[in-house]
DNA sequence: AACGTAAATGAGGAGTGCTCACTATAAGCG
DNA sequence: CGCTTATAGTGAGCACTCCTCATTTACGTT
């Protein structure tokens, strides 16, 4: 029997391995999206062989889930610290909103593989990435829930119909960024969808006329005639 | 050499036969998924080959492509035609909210489809899909404008803000119901975004103020002139 | 009845994710 | 230092994928 011939190779902590691993993955998949990506073509860019990559993950899903959660860990944790130093219902919300733009536009390749490669994963809402997310929107309602009980926002609002509409309007938004077609004026959006939720599109009811100044000036008017002066000034 | 044995088969109409094709690929996609999926599988429930499919469609992503078109076009007609009973801004951002929540549950699967599958795919914004999209869409922009004309809106509102706010807000509320977790009052919901865009989530704005002492001191003001003497008492 | 055309085929190519029997290596031990 | 051992690492190969195309068939027309 011919001898099979093996090229060497060197061991490499598992952590390590796991980094490089990672990072080509997550290099490939944002550049090329997830089915477009090999496990081939991340194993060679990892510089190891495509059944290395199955000693440390389950398979091509599980290795996407990976790095997202990473990535979405780390957004979630600066955004709690963020919050931390901003009070006001309204701040607070303009801030929820201004900070997950932000993240979506400094990784916007990541965000689109979450928005549109994972979300239909069977099984995703067993997965932790999905519980990650839902402290990540839960956040929101927090805040409505603080305010509230603040009185500065109606009781009667449905929480997760406005969390839904804050977070799936900015994915709907980013979404043409995101496809490289167009730019985003991060603060503007922020105001713009900020003032949205708060005060809606109708417009301000007509401000209640002056009754106390209108009153003066008929008590002014009553005094004048009280006076038995027939009139004062015309126009 | 052996001779190939082929089986018989019938010639059928080309538009009979796409139509048979389409309604395996759609019932196959809907219930199993765009990747799970096989050519070989839609190939199988239409009753020919796999090689047939590729005369009538460049590819598998060219056959949802068409499948989800069709449906999309159904659904925007019946948009157009229910809209244009009904008038008044509010009424008729009600009633776009309504009709699009009513076909994204009549249809779940398909609209998962084109929420989850379609959009990552390479050139979806050449696609005539991605125009009968944004004519949908554009309709609730047309709503607001006329909106703006008749002083029902505030004029100064960022319009495609507003837009994917309420079909974003849509989809993401409506994804609990698509992986099948969850009911949806359409009503309820329907009437809960509308009111939500319209006047947002602030308390309304200052209280009125107190009539009854206004008129109160009207009247004193009254019975002082009726008197002619400076003071009157109340009765 | 023969023909031409277009429908239909299915083997096979190039690629995929993933497995597993196997090998090479580094760390721990004497 | 060698010896053992656990395990990182391998890569041929399996079962599958989408898709192509030379070939075969059926049908409307003449």
Redesign the interface.
């Known amino acids: 029997m011919a001898e099979v011939v093996r090229k060497s190779f060197r061991r490499r902590p598992k952590a390590e391995r796991m980094a490089e691993i990672e990072l080509a993955a997550r290099q490939a998949f944002s550049t090329k999206?997830y089915?477009a990506t090999s496990m081939a073509q991340i194993a060679e860019d990892a510089g190891i062989s495509e059944g290395t990559i199955y000693k440390f993950y389950e398979n091509k899903r599980d290795l996407l889930l990976v790095i997202l959660l990473r990535w979405f860990e780390d957004v979630r944790n600066a955004h709690q610290l963020d919050l931390q130093k901003i009070s006001g219902t309204r701040a607070r919300v303009r801030a929820i909103i201004h900070r997950h733009l932000s993240a979506v536009i400094a990784d916007p390749d990541l965000a689109?593989l979450l928005f549109?490669?994972i979300?239909?994963f069977e099984y995703y809402?067993e997965t932790e990435l999905y519980q990650i997310s839902r402290q990540y929107t839960r956040v929101l309602i927090d805040v409505?829930k603080e305010?509230i009980a603040s009185?500065?926002?109606?009781p009667d609002?449905?929480l997760?119909?406005?969390r839904?509409?804050?977070?799936?309007?900015?994915?709907?938004?980013v979404?043409s960024f995101l496809?490289g077609?167009a730019d985003i004026d991060l603060n503007a959006?922020s105001d713009?969808?900020c003032d949205?939720?708060?005060?809606?599109?109708?417009?301000?009811?007509a401000p209640?006329p002056d009754?106390?100044a209108v009153?003066d000036r008929?008590?002014r008017v009553?005094d004048r005639?009280?006076a038995g002066k027939p009139e004062g000034g015309g126009g």
């Open positions: 999206g089915n689109r549109a490669e979300r239909d809402r409505l305010g009185g500065e926002v109606r609002i449905p997760t119909l406005v839904d509409v804050v977070f799936g309007g900015i994915e709907h938004h979404s496809s077609y959006v713009d969808l949205l939720v708060m005060v809606g599109i109708t417009v301000p009811a209640p009754i106390e009153v008929l008590e009553a005639l009280e």
